[in-house]
């Protein structure tokens, strides 16, 4: 497994050579592969990011007819809710996109138990995959207490389930939904996304502090494990 740490002076540069990457890492998947699968992450750092692949150049370079768009975590609220990370991907990224309603799997968050909707969303992605979910590759954002997706510290998912329904996270919304260490890390590809000083603490432990086993530090993907940082958050980096 190769890992990568790449630091750029700012957000918008960090988003643009990740924008760059992913078109790149998308074609050449798809000269071997009939279509590549994502998912996304959630919260306020992905969204210029979003709104980047949504803009020339990289909309009309990107087969958006082959890619499948699947959800690291959501919250538990209605898909139209402020909180919910599916509307945030939809305003900035995939309502601007020609990607085929059919390639774009939300998770389940109405009309059913938390535990059911976890449910759900595994059966789906079983049968998307015909068997384990193997994701080409996902976004990762980073919490100030080292969560990613919601899989938060103290919150130990069973070690079975590729979808876990959290009850009580520390950040509201309290109710989510989360792909399990087990998922992210049959992933080919993870590519964590943190910008802005109010992630220099967390992204210090994370690369100096292995022994705290925060839940950003036990994302293992098969091949790939990138980190994209701007200077802000790398500042209590010595690189
Ligand atoms: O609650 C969440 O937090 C993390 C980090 O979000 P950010 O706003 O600090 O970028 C995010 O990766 C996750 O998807 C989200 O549900």
Not at 4 to 9: L, M, T, V
Not at 89 to 104: Q, Y
Not at 118 to 145: I, N, S
Request: hydrophobic share 40%; aromatic share 10%; charged share 20%.
């Amino acid at each position: 497994m190769n890992r990568e740490r790449r630091i750029f002076p700012d957000p918008e540069t960090a988003c643009e050579a990740l924008a760059q990457d992913f078109v790149t890492t998308v074609a050449r998947a798809l000269e071997k592969a009939a279509r590549f699968t994502v998912a996304l992450a959630g919260g306020v750092t992905p969204a210029r990011f979003y709104r980047l692949l949504a803009q020339a150049p990289y909309r009309e370079r990107l087969a958006w007819e082959r890619l499948h768009v699947f959800f690291g975590d959501e919250r538990f609220v209605p898909p139209d809710h402020p909180d919910s990370n599916y509307r945030m991907a939809r305003e900035t990224l995939l309502d601007h996109v020609p990607i085929p309603a059919a390639n774009v799997h939300p998770m389940p968050t109405q009309g059913l138990t938390l535990p059911a909707a976890a449910q759900r969303y595994e059966t789906h992605l079983l049968e998307c995959f015909a068997g384990p979910p193997q994701l080409d590759w996902v976004l990762l954002g980073l919490g100030e207490d080292g969560h990613t997706a919601s899989l938060f510290p103290g919150f130990e998912p069973p070690p079975e389930v590729w979808v876990a329904a959290v009850a009580s996270a520390p950040k509201p919304p309290p109710q989510r939904l989360t792909l399990t260490y087990r998922t992210f890390n049959q992933a080919r590809q993870a590519v964590f996304l943190a910008t802005g000083p109010g992630k220099a603490e967390i992204v210090a432990r994370v690369f100096t502090r292995p022994e705290l086993n925060l839940p950003a530090q036990r994302i293992v993907p098969r091949e790939q494990l990138s980190w994209y940082l701007d200077e802000a958050a790398s500042a209590h980096l010595s690189t």
